[in-house]
T-cell receptor, first 111, second 112 residues
Framework: EPEVTQTPSHQVTQMGQEVILRCVPISNHLYFYWYRQILGQKVEFLVSFYNNEISEKSEIFDDQFSVERPDGSNFTLKIRSTKLEDSAMYFCASSEAEGLYFGPGTRLTVT | GENVEQHPSTLSVQEGDSAVIKCTYS??????FPWYKQELGKRPQLIID?????GEKKDQRIAVTLNKTAKHFSLHITETQPEDSAVYFC???????????FGAGTRLFVKA
């Protein structure tokens, strides 16, 4: 069964540094998403992406965040200048219509 | 803004008993309600969903009910097993919408 994949599984970075989190959605899916989950808390919506543009974004997704689909398979989340509070598990998801299929996540630790 | 409330936050049951998790949503335009199971250190996985034109849906030991008037929906797990132990999240979205809002999660413990 096809799955969403994400790299790296764990990223440690210093405050103020840029990070890029990478995702490969399921190949026939058209909708792509980023969610984050701070340890032990709820899954929070960041952004959705469809037809090569952002469809919706949350208040969390400020100017420090950006997404890109640089080619036909990858979907990336960039955080320009990381803050301590950006430490979380970041999940990429994709869907064909409804129902999200999550990747395994990237644990981002900002020190 | 949209909000999904979920109760209880923790639920402990004896193996073989039933477990019920309840959610309410605020956005009356919501018409799709998925449930996700997240085992420790793993990704959330879709286990069942229901659409607003249906009041109840069942899949083996799990069932979901929806009361659109009251904006309530619930997950029922019967004959619980230790492998049902996980965090369960309810969620709500609109068809064609691009944002799924999650509840805070219920940590289910099934004691053998």
């Amino acid at each position: 069964e096809p799955e969403v994949t994400q790299t790296p599984s764990h990223q440690v970075t210093q405050m103020g540094q840029e990070v890029i989190l990478r995702c490969v959605p399921i190949s026939n899916h058209l909708y792509f998403y980023w969610y984050r989950q701070i340890l032990g808390q709820k899954v929070e919506f960041l952004v959705s992406f469809y037809n090569n543009e952002i469809s919706e974004k949350s208040e969390i997704f400020d100017d420090q965040f950006s997404v890109e689909r640089p080619d036909g398979s990858n979907f990336t989340l960039k955080i320009r200048s990381t803050k301590l509070e950006d430490s979380a598990m970041y999940f990429c998801a994709s869907s064909e219509a409804e129902g999200l299929y999550f990747g395994p996540g990237t644990r981002l630790t900002v020190t | 803004g949209e909000n999904v409330e979920q109760h209880p936050s923790t639920l402990s049951v004896q193996e073989g008993d039933s477990a019920v998790i309840k959610c309410t949503y605020s956005d009356s335009a919501s018409n799709y309600f998925p449930w996700y199971k997240q085992e420790l250190g793993k990704r959330p996985q879709l286990i069942i969903d229901i659409r607003s034109n249906v009041g109840e849906k069942k899949d083996q030991r799990i069932a979901v009910t929806l009361n659109k008037t009251a904006k309530h929906f619930s997950l029922h797990i019967t004959e619980t097993q230790p492998e049902d132990s996980a965090v369960y999240f309810c969620a709500a979205s609109t068809t064609g919408g691009f944002k799924t809002i999650f509840g805070a999660g219920t940590r289910l413990f099934v004691k053998a």
